[in-house]
């Protein structure tokens, strides 16, 4: 599984993004999908989770209230919508697909990994 994110850039804070995972070279359907993010220095931080039907989703404290996570298993992409972006959201971030089929949590728990596209944002 290859898996492209994009949608990343810069945002004033208060803004909204909202980041894809594409996949291709298989179906994600039955994939536990994920995002995670790291910023400068720091260590990958989970930040949502989604099942495979979606039935399933969870947030990190920091974004719950103001992230959404969802799939759409016909263009077998995933999403991240971010709303009420703050600075302490600046970060690389990257989707993630788990072939288990419970939602997991830390990165060691993934499978394959996107590249991860930068988001910014200014106070």
């Known amino acids: 599984v290859q898996l492209q994110a994009s949608g990343g850039g810069l945002v004033q804070a208060e803004g909204s993004l909202r980041l894809s995972c594409a996949a291709s070279?298989?179906?994600?359907?039955?994939?536990?999908m994920g995002w995670f993010r790291q910023a400068l220095g720091k260590e990958h931080e989970f930040v949502a989770g989604i099942n495979w039907n979606a039935g399933s989703t969870d947030y990190a404290n920091s974004v719950k209230g103001r992230f959404t996570i969802s799939r759409d298993n016909a263009k077998n992409t995933v999403y991240l919508q971010m709303n009420s972006l703050k600075p302490e959201d600046t970060a690389v971030y990257f989707c993630?697909?788990?072939?288990?089929?419970?939602?997991?949590?830390?990165?060691?728990?993934?499978?394959?990994w996107g590249q991860g596209t930068l988001v910014t944002v200014s106070s």
């Open positions: 070279g298989r179906t994600i359907r039955t994939f536990v």
């Open positions: 993630a697909a788990n072939r288990a089929s419970g939602l997991a949590y830390t990165a060691r728990d993934y499978d394959y």
